[in-house]
């Protein structure tokens, strides 16, 4: 049974990214690590716990992972960041 994912502090802008980014994993069907593996592969050494740490808004990804991130979700980089 996989835990239920915690609540995103939006309040602030690291936390929209990171609903913004959850959203958009989400809407692609993937798993926290199935979107660690694809951009891996998409040329950004990823693993599992960076992905979750992004995910959770406690650490933002680097710009140089911005282009596989976005190959990953099928998106272009400034669709990733939150409108507001």
Partial sequence: MARPAKPI???TY???FAAR???LREKRGLTGEQMAK???????NCPGRTYYNWE???REP???SLPAIAKT??????TIFPSS
Avoid: F, K, W
């Fill in 56 to 58: 959770a808004g406690t």
């Fill in 73 to 78: 979700l099928c998106v272009q980089v400034r």
């Fill in 14 to 16: 690291s936390g929209r």
């Fill in 21 to 23: 980014l959850r959203m």
């Fill in 62 to 64: 680097p710009l140089n």
């Fill in 38 to 44: 694809t951009i891996t592969e998409a040329g950004y």
């Fill in 9 to 11: 502090d939006e309040s």
